[in-house]
């Protein structure tokens, strides 16, 4: 039996950083998170043991001169003015490429929205689509950018939440899949066209903004999990990401298995394990490296664990 890890799974270039951060910042003293810092519970622990409390909004509100690390899935502005109003120390560690995306859906908001009201047009006035998970917190972070206005559609079917007849300006949440984003703007077109309402096609403008590293991921854990027998996807439970990935997986490789650590390698997996020639590990984009290398050291010394959940 071979066990590889995937050299492309683990952490993106965004979360590495937010976690060198609170790695950094935690040296100088006390430090707080909102949110958990990633949506993996076993790196959330380790770093809780090196001193990261993890707070909510309710927290922050009731907090006064502590230091606070935003993490990678970037805030709304009213995150900016509690820590403001309450003389918060903010470290942000916001990913740059949900900064961006921030700014551009603000400057879209401001120019296309807030200038044609002002106005007082009588043209109609546009919406700010948003294709995403509602509730996650980097939606929060982009829905906040249009003071809580844009529309959120969380698949094809979300689509009749659009009025046709009204200019679109449609965004997508960084780690949502490019298939299913095409299939949305493909669906936005064809309704525009039939519209009874004849509105010109130019007002309905697109941005693919879905981060290529997470994009990019998607067929080379594929080929990696058809070149083995069976694959351990190791992700949080929490994790949208490890959700997505996992089902790539499994697409292609029906020997696929969800665990979230050491403790889920029962007996059965084990065996299983042990039954195939390649055993291949690989995970989301928060997957700590060193996760996926317990399990495999699990895997390959061969010891079972009583399972919990
Ligand atoms: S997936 Fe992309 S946008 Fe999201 S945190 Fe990672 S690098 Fe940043």
Redesign the pocket.
Known sequence: MIVTIDDNSGF????TTAIETAERELQKGPLFCLGDIVHNGQEVNRLAHLGLETIDYDDLRSMRNVRVLLR??GEPPSTYRIAQQNMIEIIDAS?P??LRLQKMIRDTYQNHVLNLRAKHSDQPIPQIVIFGQKGHAEVIGLEGQTNNTAIVIESLQDINKIDFTRPIYLFSQ??KSVEEFNAIVEEIQNRIANSEVHIQPSTFEYHDTI?R??ANRVKRLQAFAQNNDVILFVGGKKSSNAKVLFQNCLEVNPCTIFVSNEADITVDILQQCHAANRVGICGA?STPKWLMEQIKTRIETNVPMAHTT
């Open positions: 993106c270039f965004g979360v990678a899935h990913c490429v949900v960084t780690t981060c590293n997470v984009t």
